[in-house]
């Protein structure tokens, strides 16, 4: 493609991710196709000659597009969000223009320095200690499979004789941890079977009580603990772990602890909602996403350690074909994480931090926490509705509770109050369990989201519910 022709469609496409960014709320949130519905639509075999941009681009908008669910949405509050803005996008374009391969300091030294730079303004805005190091990673199933290698290493002494040889390493998370710690387990080979998933308090927070008992029986049996993974938003709930309460625990059983904030950590660069990180300078290691909730797009999470010798000692790789002269006075990312090859993620992080400010930032996260709390009191005021946890940041879990319903019966009815909400295109929400009851979950962060988004969504979830108006009889 010659300059000209990438100018012309280059212009085109920006004007219409700028049309779509616009007009977006009127696109149905939850793409409608059946399964293999867009497979039937791509050839089977790869044109052998090349095609005009013009039928590729007309076949994206056709083809692809029908088949999109739309995490851009105003109406999005389903999982945890992962929304972007148009200053990320706009260096997300720089960097694939750049193409530059990002491994090690030499093969370019900006995003290098630029990376050691933002993940320290990330740092502080977070409140982490300045002893805590940063790097850039694809996902916080990375990070923490990054926390649990260290551990493993710090726990065994660096001696790959000892490594699950006798002893085997436990790890100890609750039972409402992210499901990439037992993958990350898996991956590591510490086995499943040695992920101690810990009791759970009222509000779904690890019980620390729950934690020493679990991590004491271990010694007796001659088994080493070996990490600690608190959660600070769980997935299901938001529920936040006693980090200062555990940070104690894991000190007297030498024990590392990682924290896995990958989407409340947002929440943290206010200090208003910062209350959930004391006790997180006593950890280890901390994840989080700015690719969640904080405007950057998809893949960026942070993983932030105390010690970064000893991520070093454990994925430092030096062969004769990647040795520089420079090694000893900067940082080469490539020791720093699992792959070697690295993009430059850190672009669109200093894009976004400068356009918005930290200022920007904490703007979008109260915008969002208001919105969560004026739904949970639309919940609490409502008596054929009961709050499944409590509201935290930005999360409400909630279900339909009409009375007198057996638990499987009110199963169907809140997974058919569902599937209405969702069909009707204009929000999307998903479900949980929590202690085994079937609650739906509000979950709001996308950037554009206002009230009126959150009230549509209050609206729709309301008018299946007129239905179960009279209690059903006993
Ligand atoms: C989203 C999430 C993860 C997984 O994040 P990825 O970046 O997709 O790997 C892990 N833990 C928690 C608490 C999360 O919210």
Redesign the pocket.
């Known amino acids: 493609m010659d300059p000209d022709s990438f100018r012309h469609y280059g212009h085109q496409f920006v004007d219409w991710l700028a049309d779509y960014f616009e007009h977006i709320g009127q696109l149905p949130v939850k793409s409608a196709v059946k399964p293999g519905d867009i497979l039937s639509k791509l050839p089977v075999e790869p044109p052998v000659s090349g095609e005009s941009m013009d039928d590729i681009f007309v076949d994206f908008q056709q083809v692809i597009l029908p088949g999109m669910t739309h995490w851009q949405h105003p109406g999005w509050f389903a999982y945890?969000p992962a929304n972007n803005s148009p200053p990320s996008v706009l260096a997300e374009m720089l960097t694939a223009g750049l193409g530059s391969q990002c491994m090690s300091w030499q093969t370019s030294p900006a995003a290098t320095e630029l990376e050691e730079r933002v993940t320290g303004w990330l740092r502080q805005m977070i409140g982490l200690p300045d002893h805590f190091k940063g790097v850039i990673q694809?996902?916080?199933?990375?990070?923490?499979l990054c926390a649990l290698l260290s551990a493993r290493e710090h726990a065994t002494g660096f001696d790959a004789n000892m490594r699950g040889i006798k002893d085997p390493l436990t790890v100890y998370a609750s039972s409402e941890?992210?499901?990439?710690i037992e993958k990350g387990m898996k991956i590591a080979g510490f086995g499943r079977d040695n992920l101690r998933l810990v009791d759970t308090r009222d509000d779904f927070s690890m019980c620390p009580k729950a934690l020493e008992k679990a991590m004491a029986r271990d010694i007796e049996n001659g088994i080493k603990p070996s990490c600690v993974v608190a959660?600070?938003?769980?997935?299901s709930s938001m529920a936040m772990d006693p980090v200062d309460e555990i940070g104690p625990l894991c000190k007297k059983y030498k024990t590392w602890l990682h924290v896995?904030?990958?989407?409340?950590g947002t929440a943290a660069s206010d200090p208003d909602h910062r209350w959930f990180m004391s006790g997180t300078e006593q950890c280890d290691s901390f994840?989080f996403?700015p690719?969640?909730w904080m405007l950057t797009n998809f893949?960026c999470?942070v993983y932030f350690v105390k010690n970064a010798g000893i991520l070093l000692r454990t994925l430092g790789i030096q062969p004769e074909y990647l040795k520089t002269g420079a090694d000893q006075q900067v940082n080469n990312y490539r020791d720093w994480g699992i792959q070697l090859g690295r993009r430059f993620r850190a672009l669109k992080l200093w894009f976004v931090i400068r356009y918005y400010g930290v200022d920007g930032i904490r703007k979008m996260v109260n915008k969002h926490i208001d919105l969560a709390a004026l739904f949970a009191e639309w919940i609490k005021a409502d008596p054929r509705f009961e709050l499944m946890a409590p509201q935290q940041l930005t999360l409400v879990c909630f279900r339909l509770n009409p009375g007198n319903l057996p638990e499987k019966e009110l199963q169907r009815v809140n997974e058919a109050l569902l599937d209405e909400v969702n069909s009707s295109g204009e929000v999307f929400l998903t479900h949980t369990m929590l202690r085994g009851k079937y609650c739906l979950r509000m979950s709001v962060g996308q950037r554009t989201t206002d009230r009126v988004h959150v009230q549509k969504a209050w609206d729709l979830i309301r008018k299946p519910a007129e239905k179960h108006r009279t209690p059903y009889p006993g």
């Open positions: 945890f694809d996902t916080a199933s990375t990070a923490t941890t992210h499901s990439s959660t600070l938003g769980t997935t896995d904030a990958a989407f409340a994840v996403n690719h969640k893949d999470s």
